[in-house]
């Protein structure tokens, strides 16, 4: 497997990875600047030239992925006898530089409802990197040529007609999932805030809607659905930026984007998103159906921020 194809499958299996990559070359090396190579947690993919300098980039990259860490590594490397290596001698004569890019599990946001909010909302998160589910119960809206404005989205878009219990897909979520409840019926919104808080493995739940809509929720969250008040605070709702009173779709949409961008941000610092990951698994060419109308293929492109310098003699 190419490390290219290796990337996007780890993005497809939902599992977190580093992409290591020569960077410089100084003298004789067992490979030229370029050579890349793909760590996850139990295999790898591709060459950057064996030998020490290869085991020791593998050895860093699963502390990485195990430290769950964000920013790029450098990893200088003297290949000479005089040097002590981890893994055996390597005397090409050169200096090696080799750079590890983290390859982090991407959040998932899934919107239930693709109405006029719903879909507003499903172009600005389009722009995000991210794996982004619609849900509806209304083939017509999600016809092919109205989700034709996603087709150039930097997020992963699946879709998903669920025309009987749109509540189902909850189960088959990623883990860490932020769930946003918007369908054109009371009745759905109400079953999915039910089910949503009976499955334990979502993110955050936010609930559209006005005040009134949330007091009849509340009770019967509580009286017929037997949550507990901790529990059904884990709704959030109103839902979007407060101090922004405009109600036309557009606007609702940037607003809640915004506010969930928030979120993202709070659960970075908190390391919750972190703790979403799935485990690894070994890469299957079979193991996910590609995503659906309107969707693109994963993404394999990396952070570029300014990397970590560390030194190995």
Do not use: Y
Not at 257 to 265: I, M, N, Q, S, W
């Amino acid at each position: 497997m190419t490390w290219f194809a290796a990337v996007a499958r780890l993005r497809a299996r939902r599992e977190p990875g580093v992409l290591v990559t020569v960077a410089t070359v100084r003298g004789h090396a067992p490979r030229n600047a370029g050579a890349k190579l793909v760590v996850g947690r139990n295999g790898a993919w591709g060459s950057i030239g064996g030998g020490n300098v290869e085991a020791v980039a593998i050895d860093r990259a699963r502390e990485l992925i195990a430290g769950s860490a964000a920013e790029p590594e450098l990893l200088d490397f003297a290949l000479n006898d005089k040097v002590t290596n981890r893994h055996g001698v390597q005397c090409c004569g050169g200096t090696v530089s080799v750079l590890l890019e983290p390859l982090p599990v991407v959040r998932a946001v899934a919107i239930f409802g693709v109405g006029h909010v719903g879909m507003e909302l499903a172009r600005v998160l389009a722009r995000q990197d991210l794996d982004l589910h619609l849900i509806d119960s209304r083939s017509d809206i999600l016809a092919e040529e109205r989700l034709a404005v996603l087709a150039d989205a930097v997020a992963a878009v699946r879709v998903h007609h669920t025309p009987l219990l749109p509540e189902e897909v909850l189960e088959k979520l990623p883990g860490g999932t932020h769930v946003l409840i918007m369908t054109h019926d009371h009745a759905e919104d109400a079953a999915l805030c039910d089910a949503a808080l009976r499955t334990p493995h979502l993110g955050s739940i936010g609930l559209i809607g006005s005040a009134a809509k949330w007091v009849r929720f509340r009770k019967r969250l509580l009286t017929e659905g037997g949550h507990d008040e901790a529990a059904i605070d884990r709704i959030k709702t109103p839902i979007g930026l407060s101090g922004i009173g405009g109600k036309d779709p557009a606007t609702i949409a940037v607003s809640v984007a915004a506010d969930l961008l928030r979120t993202f941000e709070t659960e970075a610092g908190s390391g919750e998103h972190r703790r979403s990951e799935s485990t690894d698994a070994d890469i299957d060419a079979n193991a996910h159906a590609a995503p659906q109308a309107g969707a693109r293929a994963a993404r394999t492109d990396t952070p570029h921020a300014a990397p970590h310098l560390r030194t190995v003699v």
